[in-house]
T-cell receptor, first 112, second 112 residues
């Protein structure tokens, strides 16, 4: 059974650019969550999607957005990148809203 | 605001020894998770604890949950080098609110 797949795995951007990250959940999983991991702030919740609807959003500025498609695949977008957005972005999927989370390998973003 | 505190944050120990990692949280919850992260890798789910008094064991690791004390422990028995990793606890308030709140992680090094 394939796990959570995130693309791209690594990317480098410059300040002011935007980036889109993609996540394919485990087959049959309908909930997708996104987390940001940095050395300073640790792991922080970004948002959660279920059945194409954003259920919750963490304390991040509006530059961070996401969406979920009918096949449960999800994308997140960060616009007007700042140096502080450099992080490992982790996607996790679960069967339902309160299920165990299974994490992907992450997308490591470096902003120069 | 839910706060999750782990201690210690750094632990260096010898093979064969026993030790316990503690996870305290500030708001009532009966859903707690333990994850392992190897350097440069994603999060691997270790234990899901869903009720007061829950105890789960896998190999040399055992996790428990005391919801009244708002405390979970991860006990390592007769440590081996392969258990070197960063261990995170995460608390779920339920209903999907705010996703998981993670502790800062315990960086565990087990020396031969």
């Amino acid at each position: 059974k394939a796990g959570v797949t995130q693309t791209p795995r690594y990317l480098i951007k410059t300040r002011g650019q935007q980036v889109t990250l993609s996540c394919s959940p485990i087959s049959g999983h309908r909930s997708v969550s996104w987390y940001q991991q940095t050395p300073g702030q640790g792991l922080q919740f970004l948002f959660e999607y279920f059945s194409e609807t954003q259920r919750n959003k963490g304390n991040f500025p509006g530059r961070f957005s996401g969406r979920q498609f009918s096949n449960s695949r999800s994308e997140m977008n960060v616009s007007t990148l700042e140096l502080g957005d450099s992080a490992l972005y982790l996607c996790a999927s679960s069967l339902g809203l309160m299920g165990e989370l299974f994490f992907g390998e992450g997308s490591r973003l470096t902003v120069l | 605001e839910l706060k999750v505190e782990q201690n210690p944050l750094f632990l260096s120990m010898q093979e064969g020894k026993n030790y316990t990692i503690y996870c305290n949280y500030s708001t009532t919850s009966d859903r707690l998770y333990w994850y392992r992260q190897d350097p440069g890798k994603s999060l691997e789910s270790l234990f899901v604890l869903l009720s007061n008094g829950a105890v789960k064991q896998e190999g040399r690791l055992m996790a428990s949950l005391d919801t009244k004390a708002r405390l979970s422990t991860l006990h390592i028995t007769a440590a081996v080098h392969d258990l070197s990793a960063t261990y995170f606890c995460a608390v779920d308030l339920g209903g999907g609110a705010d996703g998981l709140t993670f502790g800062k992680g315990t960086h565990l090094i087990i020396q031969p």
